[in-house]
Structure formats: structure tokens, C-alpha cells
């Protein structure tokens, strides 16, 4: 698993941007993937998460309503679509993947197996 986030940048609050993460391996469909975020000075926290056959989704309440996470098996892509979006979600955001969908352990970020680099959001008020 090589896992590559992409899609940040600078948006103004109540802006949309969406993220994405590619996998260069050839074993995405087995995995379930999720995006975790990390704010200066803050420890990383769930975001969302969705299972490998993508029937299946979580997310953080902070994030409930405005964020859509996807994914495009044919495509080795998991996306966020972020809406309405707030200075409070300015973080770097990083993308997962693990071969177990638990819905205790997605939230915990040392519960997740593979990891991509970051890709910073800022919102601007």
C-alpha cells in the first residue's frame, strides 16, 4: 500500500475543496480507508472513514452533514468532499488504510496500518 493525498489548499470558510488519496498498489479494493487530521499543536483525530466495498461510512460529529467520504475501486481513490467549510477544519489531512473495518478502531488513529503524507487545508475566515 502506498497511499498518496492530494487536494489541499487555501479556501475561504463556507468553501468547498475535495480530497484525494491514490493507492499505487494493487490490493485498494481489500482495504478500508479513512481520513484522519491534524491541527498545529493538536493531536491527529478521525475525520471519516468508509469500508472496502465502500457500503459503509463513519464520521466524526464535527464533520457530520458537511463532509461526504467516497471511494472509486476501480480508480485505487478515496475522496472527502468537504462543504461549508470552517477555519476550525484548518489541519493537515491525512488519508489511511487498514484491512479491518471496526467502528471503535477507525477512530483511533494508531489502529490504522498505512498512512499517506499530509495535505494542508486552511480555511480563511
Known amino acids: 500500500v502506498q497511499l498518496q493525498a492530494s487536494g489541499g489548499g487555501l479556501v475561504q470558510a463556507g468553501g468547498s475543496l475535495r480530497l484525494s488519496c491514490a493507492d499505487s498498489?494493487?490490493?485498494?479494493?481489500?482495504?478500508?480507508m479513512g481520513w484522519f487530521r491534524q491541527a498545529p499543536g493538536k493531536e491527529r483525530e478521525f475525520v471519516a472513514a468508509?469500508?472496502?466495498?465502500?457500503?459503509?461510512?463513519s464520521y466524526a460529529d464535527s464533520v457530520k452533514g458537511r463532509f461526504t467520504i467516497s471511494r472509486d475501486n476501480a480508480k485505487n481513490t478515496v475522496y472527502l468532499q468537504m462543504s461549508s467549510l470552517k477555519p476550525e477544519d484548518t489541519a493537515v489531512y491525512y488519508c489511511?488504510?487498514?484491512?479491518?473495518?471496526?467502528?471503535?478502531?477507525?477512530?483511533?488513529?494508531?489502529?490504522?496500518?498505512?498512512w499517506g503524507q499530509g495535505t494542508l487545508v486552511t480555511v480563511s475566515s
Open positions: 489511511a488504510a487498514d484491512e479491518t473495518y471496526n467502528f471503535i478502531r477507525i477512530r483511533i488513529a494508531s489502529m490504522w496500518a498505512y
Open positions: 498498489g494493487r490490493s485498494f479494493s481489500r482495504y478500508a
Open positions: 468508509i469500508s472496502s466495498s465502500g457500503a459503509t461510512t
